[in-house]
């Protein structure tokens, strides 16, 4: 399966997977038939909206109320958020990111690749180079899906003592097939009014309903259905590396964000309108992990046209360990509330602008 259809399957119908991919057996590939130092930077620049879409998704939807649950009331929600990267965002140049002198692109005028939020079109076709300058091999970069970067959060809120209010983010490991991979989600965060701390008669003097919420996500997400071999037509370099174990293989991504914010809302009937301003941080620690081969010397011959390939093995061969995700997030929504049922929507500020929306089931304000 290619990387587009796949990604765009678990991108848009992957649940919990909160818009995390499992990257295809022939992209990997591709990938690490450069060195480490050039996967991690093609790997990183190509999936850097995912990165912080996945992570602004993180850390939204945690409160649209300026108001706490009295104690033991509660509900149970389920949000989606769709970040929209910009279209500075969707391509990047292989020339500027870092590339060494083994790995060029084949054309150098098309330098120019698309991102996983860029168009659905195949990127510049590269080639890796041995020390001798002897042409390796050469591959695509991975085309783009062109889609928002979407997320989802699963919440529970109870009302506790003193008018403060528990948020718990939570999902068991789930295996949805060797094809998806696994992934789990846990956070919990809490939500407090200041003014009814300080005096309920202060409270009721402010025309607005206000509360603060503090939150801590993370998610972790696994995918071990790799399977990268040496070139058919390549030898081990090390003698040590002939009988290399390569079943170890796996991609991990894992993103943790923190999340305070303040909120305004104010009931009328039915609808209550909100708006809130806070600060946004995630870190996403991404890598392959495991042996992998990678042709790395080739060494032609002019007696009979043939090229010796050589490969050595590379362990872990890229780590990815960064912030995102850190600044300032702004939003202006509406609540719909339906006895039971509570509908949300909001527009959101922040490094990518996004949509959240949400629905949640509960008992009690």
Partial sequence: MKISTKLKTILLFGGLGCSIPSMAQDEISDLIKASPADATA???????????????????????????????????????????PPTSAKTFDVTKIGLSNTLRPVNSNDVIAPTIAGAEEEGPRMAVYSQGNVKVTEFNLPQGLNIPMPGVQLQANIGL????????????????????????????GLKFQPLKLVSKTAAKLVPVDLAVAVGYNSIKYAYDDIDVRPEEDARPKNASDANRNFDNQKFEVEFSGISVEAIASKKLFMFVPFVSVGYVTSNTKAGLYGNYPITTTATASTSTGTIDKQYEVFTDPVKIDDRFISGMR????LNINLFLLHINASYNIAPYPYLNAGVSIGFGK
């Fill in 42 to 84: 093609l790997t990183r620049a190509y999936l850097e909206p995912f990165f912080k879409g996945t992570g602004l998704g993180l850390n939204s939807g945690w409160a649209t109320t300026g108001t706490t649950k009295k104690l033991l009331r509660f509900d149970l929600k389920v949000g989606v958020t769709a970040a929209m």
């Fill in 161 to 188: 003592v003193k008018g403060f209010e528990a948020m718990v983010r939570y999902s068991p490991d789930i295996k949805a097939g060797d094809d998806f991979g696994t992934v789990g989600m846990k956070g919990g």
């Fill in 330 to 333: 702004a939003a202006a929504g």
